[in-house]
């Protein structure tokens, strides 16, 4: 079957689970060959060979984003196995919530460091391949699009942290958007809501109660839900921009 991404390749970060691994996933099924990226070599490995096994072609890429050197690397690899870059989907993320008086000032570091900078090296690193993807591929377009979250538009208690590096990638969104624009590198925003994933997993034991209570009961969205979402902006026509998609479960106030 013709894929809408055929051709082409595209480099997901966290791609070891949730909705990065879903990500991935989708891309590849539209023809994309696809870079998996994260810290869980048993993880890359595992997804990359389902989605070999499916009929696409995958690439492992062990690397830790907030390492300047790493994220390099990772996308200087890609690169050089896959024969160039024109989608890169910066997902890797990190929620640790709770009260702010209380949070011990290393979960800060930890958000800031993959949300924030790990999105920045990688980004920087892609920035000359996505435009010269763009610039000579046959789709004449390229993109970057973020993961941010409804606490990117919207803060709230105990999330101060995580909120402020979710908004942050709203507005670097916005601002690469503009930037880049001219060479034909779209770059665009997914908000998700509640999505069944690893994410609540790595809150400390005393908030992990108070979490799963504030979602008892409700039913969320899948990965595959917003796998979708980025799926539908990287294969519009070039002269189409989706600049932002914010999708929460149907349940979520
Ligand atoms: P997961 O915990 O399942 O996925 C997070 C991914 O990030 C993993 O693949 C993890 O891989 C990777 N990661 C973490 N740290 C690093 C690092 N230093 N270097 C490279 N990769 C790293 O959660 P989700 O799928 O839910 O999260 C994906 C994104 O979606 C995040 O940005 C999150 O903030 C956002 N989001 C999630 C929502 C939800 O309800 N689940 C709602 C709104 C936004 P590894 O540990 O192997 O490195």
Same mark, same amino acid.
């Given at each position: 079957?013709?894929?809408?991404?055929?051709?082409?390749?595209?480099?997901?970060?966290? !791609?070891? *689970?949730?909705?990065?691994?879903?990500?991935?996933?989708?891309?590849?099924?539209?023809?994309?060959?696809?870079?998996?990226?994260?810290?869980?070599?048993?993880?890359?490995?595992?997804?990359?060979?389902?989605?070999?096994?499916?009929?696409?072609? !995958?690439?492992?890429?062990?690397?830790?984003?907030?390492?300047?050197?790493?994220?390099?690397? !990772?996308?200087?690899?890609?690169?050089?196995?896959?024969?160039?870059?024109?989608?890169?989907?910066?997902?890797?993320?990190? %929620?640790?919530?709770?009260?702010?008086?209380?949070? @011990?000032?290393?979960?800060?570091?930890?958000?800031?460091?993959?949300?924030?900078?790990?999105?920045?090296?990688?980004?920087?690193?892609?920035?000359?391949?996505?435009?010269?993807?763009?610039?000579?591929?046959?789709?004449?377009?390229?993109?970057?699009?973020?993961? *941010?979250?409804?606490?990117?538009?919207?803060?709230?208690?105990?999330?101060?942290?995580? *909120?402020?590096?979710?908004?942050?990638?709203?507005?670097?969104?916005?601002?690469?958007?503009?930037?880049?624009?001219?060479?034909?590198?779209?770059?665009?925003?997914?908000? @998700?809501?509640?999505?069944?994933?690893?994410?609540?997993?790595?809150?400390? !034991?005393?908030?992990?109660?108070?979490?799963?209570?504030?979602?008892?009961?409700?039913?969320?969205?899948? @990965?595959?839900?917003?796998?979708?979402?980025?799926?539908?902006?990287?294969?519009?026509?070039?002269?189409?921009?989706?600049?932002? %998609?914010?999708?929460?479960?149907?349940?979520?106030?």
């Amino acid at each position: 079957a013709d894929g809408r991404l055929d051709g082409t390749v595209a480099l997901v970060t966290g !791609a070891s *689970s949730g909705i990065g691994e879903a990500t991935a996933r989708a891309l590849a099924a539209e023809g994309a060959a696809v870079a998996l990226v994260a810290r869980r070599r048993d993880r890359l490995e595992q997804a990359a060979e389902s989605i070999r096994s499916a009929g696409g072609t !995958a690439l492992a890429v062990e690397a830790d984003i907030t390492d300047a050197a790493s994220a390099q690397a !990772a996308v200087a690899g890609t690169v050089n196995a896959l024969g160039g870059l024109d989608t890169l989907v910066n997902n890797a993320g990190l %929620m640790l919530l709770g009260p702010f008086g209380e949070a @011990p000032p290393e979960e800060w570091d930890r958000m800031l460091a993959v949300n924030v900078q790990g999105l920045l090296y990688v980004t920087q690193a892609a920035q000359p391949h996505l435009v010269s993807a763009a610039e000579n591929g046959s789709r004449r377009v390229a993109d970057i699009v973020n993961i *941010s979250s409804t606490a990117g538009r919207v803060a709230g208690i105990g999330n101060a942290v995580y *909120s402020a590096t979710k908004f942050g990638v709203v507005a670097l969104t916005e601002a690469l958007r503009k930037e880049l624009l001219p060479q034909r590198v779209r770059v665009g925003v997914v908000e @998700p809501g509640t999505v069944d994933t690893e994410l609540t997993t790595h809150v400390r !034991a005393e908030i992990q109660q108070a979490v799963a209570r504030q979602i008892e009961g409700m039913e969320k969205l899948l @990965p595959e839900d917003i796998a979708e979402a980025v799926a539908y902006i990287v294969t519009r026509d070039r002269r189409v921009a989706v600049n932002e %998609m914010l999708v929460r479960a149907g349940a979520q106030t």
